[in-house]
Structures are given as structure tokens and as C-alpha cells.
């Protein structure tokens, strides 16, 4: 029990580390390290051995979350101190940061750490790889991993943002309208979230700006649960088109309107999060949301009465926001994250096709 509990703290504490670090990343040049650690990070990352890639990114990973763990070990009965379960780490924190954030880029594997290569207890320079490039890769592995081990904070911060920044340069693996390109050749400027979020898609657009909102913005360990696009309510086991769970245990149902809506449309969502014993509740408006019949003052005071923490929000406001207060870096982030939320809901194709055209170049 103790080891799962470790592990799992592990992993928790490496899915904050690698989502802080990413945007920060994406500037590193590798200036101040040695150039041979330099070259060797660039062979790994460029190179045809995808399962070092996962690898290389796991031991720099561990090492930046916790300074005891040993980066070049793999399984957690090595014979060394700071042994710890590398797959585990891969499979559940940086597998699943690929699939949102990087579009595939390490080599879109559901479990690199199945192939032989991931399999020893320990990256040693004597295990079983083919001769030629892999060889040489397996070398520039382990150079790298102990030039880290014997590092200080610095230099594990350094190296691993400089790896996460060569690869964000890498062409996307997954095929999807939705895999933004590099930083340097995304559409990422304040009008295209803008001409994006006033799109007329059905209130689509509204809904993943404002989920992707709350993962770029909202502590790390904020539960997003976005709703289906294609899904009925009745059907869905979701109470809000997006529902928020934090850490301290507060739920919060998200209602997302692009159209003229009344106090029926209101009162509705109350009553499904009522019923779902959601106390609080967020009415927010696209840019094309217009109200009749409504009250909002009146309605927050009767559900009050009732037990339900009623707001209303306008998404254009908070977008405003988050653009005023964010940098290229930030934005392209936050563009992966739209992506990202597009597939997760199972936007329609048309939705997907507007963002491609509107964040990614001309040329892509």
C-alpha cells in the first residue's frame, strides 16, 4: 500500500510539474549547457528510436519532480537508490500530457514502455539495442540521464525544458484538424480566439474557449468535465455542458448559451444540478446570447432559496481577460488546450475545419 501510495503521489506531483513547466519550455534554447548534452538531447529527440524519446522524458521528468529519484532507472526493482516505477510514470502522466498538449509529438504511443528497450531495470549503456543509431542514441540516453543525476536544480530544470521545447518543434503524429503546428508557425494572436469564439457554431466555439479557459487558468488538479457536443442532456451522465470538481470537493455546473435563452432556460439547469445535488451553478453567455424574460437578480434570489449558488458570466469577458494577461507562449497553450477540448467533445467536423483555418497559417 505504501509503494502505490508513493507512486501515485509521484505521478500527481509530475502531471503539475509538467503542465507549469510546458509553457515556459517552449522559449529554451539550451543556451548555458554543455554542448555536448546539447547534441546528445537534439539526437534523441530527432532521432527513429520513438521509445527513447518516452524515455528520455520520463527520467527528466522524475528528476525535476523529485531530486531523490534516479533518472536513468526504469523499474522500481532496480538494485539503486531512487528506484521508482518509470512506466508508470510514462503511462499515466506524460501519455496522456502527449494526447492533449503535443499532439502526438513524442510518437503517439498508447505504451512506449512495452517495446524490449523499455524493459531492462536500468538505462545502461550494455543493454541489448541494435547497432548503429540506436546504439548511438542509447549512449546519448545515458550520457544525458547522468549528466542530470549529478546536476543541480538548474541544470534538471534546464535540460528538461529544452528537451520538452525540441519537442514541441516536432511534426504532430496524430491526424487531426484540431494538431496545432509549431509555436512558431501557430496563429496564435488575440483575434483568432476572438474570431473563433464569435463563430456562429451552435454555441461549440463557446464551450471549448471556456473549458479550455479553466484548464489553462484553474489550479492543475481542477477536474474539467466538458459535455459531448452530439449529446443530449437526458442522456449525458454530466449535469452542465461543463462541469468543474476542485480539490477541496466543490462541484460547480456550467451552462453555456449562444442564443436567445428565457428563465425557462435558466431554470432548467437549476433543477438538473438540483437533482444532481450540484449546489452552484454558472449561466454563461456566448457572444451571440441574448436574454428575454430574464431576471438575473430575482432568479439568483429564488434558487438561492432554494439551495443553489446561482451566477451569470459572460464568456466575451473572460476571454478578454485571459488575453490581456497572457503571452504568445501562454496563448499557444491555450490554443493546444481548444484543440484538445474540440476532440474531446466530439466537436462537429465543420467546428474543427473553423479552427484549423483560424490558428493555423495559411501554409500548414
Known sequence: MKRETASSRLRAAAQIRIERYFVSALAETGEGLPSEVVDA?????????????????TGLLASVTDRSLHPRCLQRKAKVDGAYDARSLCQKVIVPFEKKMLNGRL?????????????????????????????????????????????????????????????????????????LPSLESAMVDTDSFFDFFEAPTRGVSAAAVLAAYFREFFAKDTVVKVHPSTESGASSHEVGDIDLLFSDGKKFAIEVKDKVYTDVDVNHACEKALAAGVSKVVFAAGSRAERVRVSQGALMDAWAERGVELTFLRIGNLLGVAMAISDRDKRYSMACRLGGVLDEMNAPKDVKELFARIFKKEAE
Open 41 to 57: 538531447v537534439g539526437m534523441i529527440v530527432n532521432g527513429g528510436h520513438k521509445t527513447f524519446r518516452y524515455m528520455l522524458l
Open 107 to 179: 510518437g503517439a504511443s498508447n505504451e512506449p514502455f512495452a517495446n524490449k528497450s523499455a524493459r531492462y531495470p536500468m538505462i545502461e549503456k550494455t543493454n541489448d539495442v541494435r547497432s548503429g543509431s540506436d546504439r548511438q542514441e542509447l549512449n546519448a540516453l545515458y550520457d544525458v540521464l547522468e549528466y542530470v543525476r549529478l546536476g543541480n536544480d538548474d541544470i534538471r530544470r534546464k535540460v528538461f525544458c529544452y528537451a520538452l521545447a525540441l519537442i514541441g518543434k516536432l511534426p504532430p503524429c496524430i491526424s487531426s484538424v484540431t494538431a
